[in-house]
């Protein structure tokens, strides 16, 4: 009787389809990028231009990073994988938030290609200096007005970049397309290694303007990244599934706001 059974089950099992059984087995690689600007550092508060040049969080940068961990925690978040860029302050960041999430033992990869945006002779200059000079190159009369237009076409960021790379003097300023293309080859070279990891949350600690330009035009369906600034420890949510990028959020400070309330 025992050996019939088994008979009749071994038979029924082979007229499941094959199709069937490789949808059971398959395992969601949906990768979940969290990719994130650092908290608040001295050249920040002093409003001077940081783009490879670096300086430390300040209290209110270690605090409002520890607020992102917080709010990431609440939401149950959990990383499979952590990288920031190679600067000190995105570093600082990335093991500030894991630490207050309580994933204290998880390792940081450094991507130098995730650095902000050089701006040569300009660092440490006042930001209004260089936003200016650029303003002018492009025909406005003042950086204001330069802002004002790009609150409505995001697409000027990419002139205005191209002016900060014509106008520094120690011809070491980064174009545009050389910014976007080391870091959309990063985020896909992420994306795609923990896709073969069997997919989940991973944490990338970056810069304002070189996330801008990384997401410009990383979604396969054309959504384009909301102009404006992006605040200290903001978060652009990205999906990664099948080869394809979708832009979930950007700039969203509600899991910092959630880890202040708490």
């Known amino acids: 009787m025992k050996t019939y059974i088994l008979l009749i089950g071994f038979m029924l099992s082979a007229f499941v389809p094959t199709s069937f059984a490789q949808k059971q087995d398959a395992k969601d690689n949906t990768v979940t990028l969290y990719i994130t600007r650092h908290g608040k550092t001295i050249l920040n508060t002093m409003d001077r231009v940081q783009g490879w040049a670096d300086t430390p969080l300040t209290p209110a940068g270690i605090e409002v990073a520890e607020y992102l961990g917080k709010g990431l925690k ?4 959990i990383f499979k994988a952590a990288y920031s860029s190679d600067l000190g302050r995105a570093r600082q960041t990335a093991r500030i938030v894991l630490d207050s999430k309580g ?3 998880m390792a940081i990869t450094e991507v130098p290609q995730m650095r902000e945006t ?3 002779s ?6 209004p200096r260089m936003w200016n000079d650029a303003a002018l190159r492009l025909g406005y009369k003042s950086y204001t007005e330069l802002m004002a237009d790009l609150e409505k076409d995001p697409t000027l960021m990419k002139k205005m970049v191209d002016a900060f790379a014509a106008l ?8 545009y397309d050389v910014v976007k293309a080391r870091g959309q080859k ?3 070279d992420i994306a795609e290694k923990q ?3 069997g997919g989940g949350n991973v944490l990338m600690v970056g810069h304002g303007m070189s996330i801008g330009i990384f997401l410009s035009d990383l979604d396969s369906s054309g959504k384009k990244p909301t102009a404006g600034h992006m605040g200290n420890a903001a978060v652009c949510k990205v999906t990664y599934k099948d080869g394809k990028f979708t832009l979930e959020s950007f ?3 509600s899991y910092v706001e959630k880890g202040k309330a708490k």
């Open 186 to 188: 990063a985020i896909r």
């Open 118 to 120: 050089c701006f040569g």
């Open 103 to 105: 994933q204290n033992d």
């Open 168 to 175: 520094e003097t120690l011809g070491i300023g980064e174009p």
């Open 122 to 127: 300009y660092e440490g200059e006042f930001n």
């Open 251 to 253: 700039g969203d400070m």
């Open 74 to 77: 609440g939401d149950g978040i």
């Open 195 to 197: 896709a073969q990891n």
